[in-house]
Structure formats: structure tokens, C-alpha cells
């Protein structure tokens, strides 16, 4: 098992990282990582945009978009350089990407919560509720109960609408079921509270400040999770191809069966201990060689294994852990995650 502190979060406050310096590393450690260079140059346009570079954020958006290695997620990116255009005077430019992404329809809930906030951020708000709407009805129309990823999108959906003093219908109801914090979605996003901040009462500005963190802490949550623990996980085949060329390693390993079962009750040691945000991430054997040489040691030093596990996190390679309910399990079973190793164990 290994552990590890995340890369610096973009949502750190300024005085606490160098956003440019922090910019410059994510993106050398893409020329290293290749295949991880469009999470690794999100991140790193994310800290040019808090430094206030915002033309150099854009550069790097366009210099994903031009890649000739097609993307993940070519919305996201979109999605991101409208938002950070319009911020510093693009506005033309930003609507016409906003656009062109809402034509698109994409499968995935984030470049769709980006465009809509870029829209509420300048006072679009009927545009806003419009846009969180037909991401709703695109990605959670007949789906039984919504993907986490797609909170977000009911949450800033439910907010629009309040502001816009719109009847409640069924998917703000949905969203107040999702939200988890103290103060009800409602109260959040209540249009008068702007009206507390001026307040002279200062029972009335502590209770807007509590409702700030309230909110504040939800957001985190749902747009923010760092893997403080990632475990390292091998498939079937790789880990017999691991053992295969590394014989010493199977001391570490004496089955997948038991390192699947190893990962498990690991992962829920670390939970009961009060570790938060915990994650996996997957290993292959060449790219454990790959490490090892850069690290000039043998693959067969069995404390390389919790130092891989930090690169893989540090890339951006961590799943979380647990997976939400109604996905599949995290051991490529293919099986829900509540009928597979999410399976509490009897006495």
C-alpha cells in the first residue's frame, strides 16, 4: 500500500503557493508524462489563471486543442477558455465556445456546469438556467439515480433558479436530496442573502458566514477531491506478468485474489481512521519498469511499489475510493461495487 500528499490543489489560496512557479512545474512534468499531459496542463492553466495570467492560461488551452493526441475531453478544454476568455475581455470569443459546446451535447456533466457558471458569472442567468437544464435532460433523463459527477450540475441548476425566484420542480428536489451540508440548498441560495453582507446586525453576518462555509465546504466536495492515500492496484494480467519477470515481488503478492482483498480492507482501515479523500490507482508493468529506471533502482526493490503509487497519484492517475453508489467496482469486475468488494465483511 502506498501513500501519498497530493499535488497542490488550484484552489489553494495565493499566499500559500506560487501559482506561477506551480504553473511551470505541471507543465514540465508533462513533457515527461505525455499521456498525462491534458489532466497535468488543466491543472497548470488553473494556476495561471489564479496568478492572473490569463493570456498564458489560453495558450495552454489552444495548445491542447491544436495537440495532434486527441483529448479525453476536448469540451472540458472548451469549455475552460470560454470561461477564462471572457474574464479578461473576450466576450464574442467566449459566447461562440460556449455555444459551439451546447451543440455539441457532450456525455460528460463538467464542460456543461463551466459554461453555465461562465454564463451566471456575468449575469446571464436565464442563459445559465437554460444551459444547466439541457445538461440535465441530456445526461440524467431516465437514469435511475444521478452520477456523482453530475451533482454539480442540479446544485448550480437549483441556484439559477432561486435566483430567478422559479417553482421548485422535480430535479430541485433531486438536487436537495444530493446536498448533504447543514443548510439547506434553499437558504444558499436565497437571493436575500446578499443583503446580510451589508447588515449592521452581527447575529445576522454570523449567520451568512456560516452559511458561506456551508457552501464553501459543498463545493469542495463536489469540485475538489485530492487523494491525500492512494493504494496501488494490479490487474489480473499484469500482476502475473509482474510476478513473472519479478519472482521476489510475489512475497508481496501471493494471489490477486488476496491483493484485491489486501486493497479492500486497507482502504476501510484508512477510512475508520478518519483518512479522508481515499484513492486508487493502477499500475502496468512497463511503466513500473519506466519508474524504476528513472529512480535507477531494480523493479524488484519492494518499497519502489508505495513510491509508484505516489507518481501514479501525483499524475492525476487516482480513482476515488469508495465509488458512489451504483457504480462499478473498483477491481474491473464489472460488477456493482455494493455486490462486489463494497460487500460489508460478516463479523
Known amino acids: 500500500m502506498g501513500s501519498t500528499v497530493s499535488p497542490m490543489r488550484p484552489d489553494t489560496p495565493a499566499e500559500n503557493v506560487d501559482h506561477t512557479a506551480e504553473a511551470a512545474r505541471l507543465e514540465r512534468t508533462a513533457g515527461l508524462y505525455p499521456e498525462d499531459a491534458e489532466a497535468l496542463l488543466l491543472r497548470a492553466a488553473a494556476h495561471l489563471e489564479l496568478a492572473g495570467d490569463r493570456p498564458a492560461a489560453t495558450a495552454l488551452y489552444d495548445r491542447l486543442l491544436s495537440s495532434s493526441v486527441g483529448l479525453e475531453n476536448p469540451y472540458l478544454v472548451r469549455a475552460l477558455k470560454a470561461s477564462n476568455l471572457w474574464e479578461y475581455g473576450h466576450e464574442a470569443e467566449a459566447r461562440a465556445i460556449i455555444e459551439g459546446v451546447r451543440t455539441a451535447s457532450p456525455r460528460d456533466p463538467a464542460p456543461w456546469v463551466i459554461v453555465a457558471e461562465a454564463l451566471e458569472a456575468h449575469d446571464e442567468l436565464e442563459q445559465a438556467q437554460e444551459t444547466f437544464t439541457e445538461g440535465a435532460r441530456l445526461l440524467l433523463t431516465d437514469v435511475p439515480e444521478p452520477p456523482y459527477a453530475t451533482h454539480p450540475l442540479l446544485i448550480g441548476r437549483h ?69 491525500p492515500v492512494a493504494v496501488l492496484h494490479w490487474t489480473a494480467d499484469e500482476l502475473a506478468e509482474l510476478v513473472a519477470a519479478y519472482p521476489s515481488l510475489a512475497v508481496e503478492y501471493p494471489s490477486h485474489e488476496e491483493h484485491l482483498a489486501t486493497i479492500e480492507a486497507s482502504l476501510r482501515e484508512l477510512s475508520s481512521s ?13 511503466s513500473y519498469e519506466a519508474f524504476a529506471a528513472s529512480e ?41 461495487y455494493g455486490d462486489c468488494h463494497g460487500v460489508e465483511p460478516q463479523g
Open 159 to 227: 441556484r439559477v433558479r432561486r435566483m430567478l425566484g422559479v417553482p421548485h420542480d422535480e430535479w430541485d428536489t433531486l438536487a436537495d436530496t444530493l446536498h448533504s451540508m447543514p443548510v439547506s440548498l434553499d437558504e444558499l441560495h436565497d437571493p436575500k442573502r446578499v443583503w446580510s453582507l451589508g447588515s449592521d446586525n452581527p447575529a445576522e453576518l454570523a449567520a451568512e458566514i456560516s452559511r458561506l462555509r456551508a457552501e464553501l465546504g459543498a463545493y469542495r466536495e463536489a469540485l475538489s477531491r485530492p487523494f
Open 274 to 286: 478518519g483518512t479522508p479523500n481515499l484513492g486508487i490507482v493502477t499500475g502496468t508493468v512497463p
Open 296 to 336: 535507477g533502482a531494480s523493479p524488484e526493490d519492494p518499497t519502489l511499489l508505495p513510491q509508484y503509487a505516489t507518481t501514479l497519484a501525483a499524475r492525476g492517475r487516482a480513482v476515488a475510493w469508495p465509488p458512489q453508489r451504483g457504480v462499478v467496482c473498483w477491481c474491473g469486475s464489472g460488477r456493482l
